[in-house]
Structure formats: structure tokens, C-alpha cells
């Protein structure tokens, strides 16, 4: 069993940047993708960026390549997602999630294990 608790979120204002980290227990993540969900009021929850168990790729969602940042370090135990230049509709409870599979999921339905979520608000 694998838990994850995000931390990081809050209020930023448009153009500002947080760090959302995503540490894990139970069991090393060394071998596990890890992905970055978020979702908006009334809106499905989608993937904005998820990371190779090695860290030698990544995924970005449309909406915020060039923005955001995904990283992790094995030894930590921890995934990150730095969110640059962020703007309202970045507005979102953002999750982290992880499956035991070499390849990068980037639907939920890839994930097995999630988070509770991280707030994240951005004012005009």
C-alpha cells in the first residue's frame, strides 16, 4: 500500500509560482510513475504532468507546457511540480498519484494509488 500526501497549495496572484510536493510511504516509489492531476469545479479531473519511475521522461498536459515543472528524487521519497507564471484557470484541487508501470500513464484511470489533494487558488 502506497500513501501520498500533497502539501504546497495556497493563494498565489496570476503570474506568481507555487511547489507542490508529493511525499510518499509505505513503500519506495523508485519503481512507480508519478503523475500530477488536477480538478476544477464542475470539470473532469485531468493530468497537467507525470514522471517515468527513472525520471528520464515526462509527460505535460497542453495547458501548461513551458509552465510547469515535474521532478522527483528517489531518495526522498518525493515528486514535485513546479508551476510557473500561473494564471486563474490554473485554479484547481491538485492531486498526486502513482502506479506500480514503467510506462506514464496520463488518464486516473492509470493510477492506483492518489492523494487527498492540494488547493490551489490564483486571483486576478
Known amino acids: 500500500q502506497v500513501q501520498l500526501v500533497e502539501s504546497g497549495g495556497g493563494l498565489v496572484q496570476a503570474g506568481g509560482s507555487l511547489r507542490l510536493s508529493c511525499a510518499a510511504s509505505?513503500?519506495?516509489?523508485?519503481?512507480?510513475?508519478m503523475g500530477w492531476f488536477r480538478q476544477a469545479p464542475g470539470k473532469e479531473r485531468e493530468c497537467v504532468a507525470a514522471i517515468k519511475w527513472s525520471g528520464s521522461r515526462t509527460y505535460y498536459g497542453d495547458s501548461v507546457k513551458g509552465r510547469f515543472t515535474i521532478s522527483r528524487d528517489n531518495a526522498k521519497n518525493t515528486v514535485y511540480l513546479q508551476m510557473n507564471s500561473l494564471k486563474p484557470e490554473d485554479t484547481a484541487v491538485y492531486y498526486c498519484?502513482?502506479?506500480?508501470?514503467?510506462?506514464?500513464?496520463?488518464?486516473?484511470?492509470?493510477?492506483?494509488?492518489w492523494g487527498q489533494g492540494t488547493q490551489v487558488t490564483v486571483s486576478s
Open positions: 509505505g513503500r519506495t516509489l523508485s519503481r512507480y510513475a
Open positions: 498519484a502513482a502506479v506500480d508501470n514503467i510506462a506514464i500513464p496520463t488518464t486516473t484511470r492509470g493510477y492506483k494509488y
